[in-house]
Structures are given as structure tokens and as C-alpha cells.
């Protein structure tokens, strides 16, 4: 009787490690455990969340990186591709998407930081533009892939060319991840960390 016991512990301890580790979910919006950006390796979720804007749900958020950090240092020196996942959960036109992540830019960055960052902001700015809108349901991808820069995707669909400079990725995360982050809680939730 006790080896039986045993026997059906130590297979469920087994079939419990062997299962594939669930997506996150937010705000109804699954967010894939892993995935893998054209012309890159296999990224793992490192942290989901949602951004508020006062009593408004804006967008459930994913952080993709290599290996899982548990710091924003850390994701800023990582190495390799990765991926920011933003799905929409209410229309915002393009120009208050991409006013709210200069005004993010800004915050965690020098006077003279942000000035080298402009005229790739600029570039981000009119791609975002042609959108007109994020609407609600909308998928936005901000994946950094060394070999060619920051390529923006809607829909899973290239959209403009991409951006060069690891910097100006860098100055995008710092939106969520930086000193002056645009959501605190948003922060946490995207280096895995309790809220």
C-alpha cells in the first residue's frame, strides 16, 4: 500500500514537471509562455501587466527577453533580441500612443539623452502616424533584433523600416522600466516581480 502511494506521488510530481508552463493573462488578453520574433531566437515571457490610465484599462503588456531578469538593470544590459507585446483594450489615436512614449522618454532620460533620441523618436513617430489609430484588439510589437534595430509590427506585420541604435530600444523600455516609470505596478508586473 505505501509503495503504491509512492508510485502515483512520484508519477504526478513527474507528469506535474513535464507539462508546459501556461501563458499569462490580462485583462483577457493571453500572453504566450514563449515565443519566437522573425529572424530571432526564442524569447520567454518575463512579465505581464496592465496599463490604467486613471479608471480606463489602456493595454495588457508583455516583456520578452532571452533569459527571465528580475531587475530593469539587468534587462537593460541583456543582450540579444527582445520583444515588448502591447494588445489594446480601448482605441487611442497614434499621436497620444506616441506623445505618451516621448513624455515616457523624457522622464527617464538627461535633457541631452532625449535630444540624441529625437530624431529616432521621430521616425517611430510617423510609423505609428500611418496607423491613425490603436484600436481596440490591435496587437503592437516593439522588438529589438540586433541585427537590423527596433522593427515596430501590427498585427504580427513589419510596419516601416526599422530603428537603428540599441540606445533608442533602450530609451523604450526605459518608458516602462525606468526611474520614473509611466505605471509603477506596470513595472513590477513586467520583471516578474509581487505586486
Not at 540599441?166 to 505605471?183: A, C, S, T
Request: charged share 20%; with cysteine.
Amino acid at each position: 500500500m505505501m509503495n503504491t502511494r509512492l508510485r502515483l506521488l512520484l508519477l504526478a510530481v513527474m507528469l506535474g514537471c513535464s507539462l508546459p508552463a501556461f501563458a499569462a493573462e490580462v485583462a483577457g488578453v493571453t500572453l504566450a509562455e514563449t515565443i519566437q520574433p522573425v529572424g530571432g531566437a526564442p524569447l520567454v515571457l518575463n512579465g505581464a501587466g496592465l496599463r490604467k490610465r486613471a479608471f480606463f484599462q489602456v493595454y495588457a503588456m508583455g516583456l520578452y527577453l532571452p533569459a527571465k531578469k528580475s531587475s530593469a538593470a539587468e534587462v537593460l544590459a541583456l543582450a540579444g533580441p527582445k520583444r515588448v507585446a502591447i494588445h489594446m483594450l480601448r482605441d487611442v489615436g497614434a499621436d497620444q500612443f506616441t506623445d505618451a512614449l516621448v513624455e515616457g522618454i523624457r522622464q527617464n532620460h538627461s535633457e541631452a539623452e532625449a535630444k540624441a533620441l529625437e530624431p529616432r523618436v521621430k521616425e517611430l513617430a510617423a510609423i505609428m502616424g500611418e496607423m491613425k489609430e490603436a484600436r481596440k484588439g490591435m496587437a503592437i510589437a516593439l522588438d529589438w533584433l540586433p541585427q537590423s534595430g527596433t522593427q515596430v509590427l501590427i498585427e504580427g506585420k513589419p510596419a516601416g523600416k526599422a530603428i537603428a541604435g540599441e540606445d533608442f530600444y533602450r530609451g523604450l523600455l526605459r518608458v516602462w522600466l525606468g526611474e520614473e516609470p509611466v505605471q509603477a505596478d506596470l513595472k513590477r508586473a513586467l520583471l516578474g516581480q509581487p505586486q
